[in-house]
């Protein structure tokens, strides 16, 4: 998301996995979790995915702990199980630690039963769905998951938003340098890219996002205040209408929906707005999926990889279109990014940098950032 803003500075990945660490633990999240949480939150940004990385620290995960609706210590519960999977209670933890635990164990039932699936309610914000298929693929399964969220998206026909933005991710292992990794929300964009542009001063690409009117809208700071009050909505997969197949988006949403509540007897729609009937904020509640499937129950590792490859290589190489260099697969720009990135760091702009100097300041942090030498 580079493009987005007009003024960055580059922070070293390792000053940001400090610093962020000391921000979770002066709020009470143990070291070990912290290390979790900042993990995942840096996988975003060295992948690209800068909606849902460091930019989140502090409106999602600092002030939500803050305000009490979600706690730094996470108490995971497995309160079902089976060969093959869990139910597991997050008690409104760390999102990111509840995810990363659950995964775990559901790569440890695929090793056994060839899959696995845990199902997790009363969670919070996990970050960047991708990171826990990811885990997956690092053993050698395809790793699936999806979550929840407060609501966002309208659906076709409607302008009230009902639905998360709920993505449906997948991370497949291939014989490449990287795995198929898709991790894309339901909607057309998602509420973290259209912060990132908040952030950045500019207004959102029409149908994006539409009004009460039925319209599309792009005046994004105020958009993202009218996402909360439910006079704007973000727009399915596909866009407004069925002319261009929203519907399709809507049901995946939908769908996504369903296996993070129903299996969960958890909270859904409406319920995971944040709000009581009073107006007061309250915990989410969100609910996840992981799904682990251990290729070697169904075929050699090493020949999945190769099909898996070849079917990636094969679309890469397919006839280009008129004025077009290339043909990327899912993964492929993120894994370009990571070599980007992994010398010169994140791109911080003026906000996000604010942001980091506040919260030093505001935790006693012992930290002097390169910008402060020349701002």
Known sequence: MDMVYDDVVYLKFNIIENFMKDCFMALGVPKEDAAICTDV????????IDSHGIGRLKPIYVDRIKLGIQNPVTKFEVIKETLAT????????????????????????????????????????????????LMAVEEGMIGITGTNARPSIA????????????????????????PFFLDCATSVSQR??????????????????????????????????????????????????????????????????????????????????????????????????????NIEAFTELDEFKKTTGKILRDLRNSQKAPGEERIYTAGEKEYLVMQERKDKGAPLNKILRDQFVELRDEFELNYKFPWERSE
């Open 41 to 48: 939150l840096i996988e975003a940004d060295k992948r690209g």
């Open 86 to 133: 869990a139910l597991v209670d997050g008690h409104d933890g760390m999102g990111h630690v509840i995810g990363y635990r659950a995964m775990k164990l559901a790569i440890e039932k695929a090793k056994k039963c060839g899959i696995g699936m845990v199902a997790v309610k009363n969670s919070t914000h996990y970050g960047i769905a991708g990171y826990y298929p």
């Open 155 to 178: 659906p076709t026909f409607g302008i009230e938003n009902m639905l998360g933005t709920n993505p449906l991710t997948f991370g497949i292992p291939s014989d490449e340098e990287f």
């Open 192 to 293: 973290g890219k259209i912060e990132v542009y908040d952030r950045a001063g500019k207004e959102l690409p029409e149908g994006w996002v539409i009004g009460k009117d039925g319209k599309a809208r792009t005046d994004t700071h105020q958009i993202l205040k009218d996402l909360n009050t439910g006079d704007a909505a973000l727009v399915p997969l596909g866009g407004i209408g069925e002319e261009t197949s929203g519907y399709k988006g809507y049901g995946y949403a939908t769908v996504v929906e369903i296996l993070s509540a129903a299996l969960q007897s958890g909270n859904y729609l409406k319920m995971l707005s944040g709000f009581d009937s009073e107006g007061k904020r309250v915990p989410y509640h969100l609910g996840h999926f992981f799904i682990a499937i």
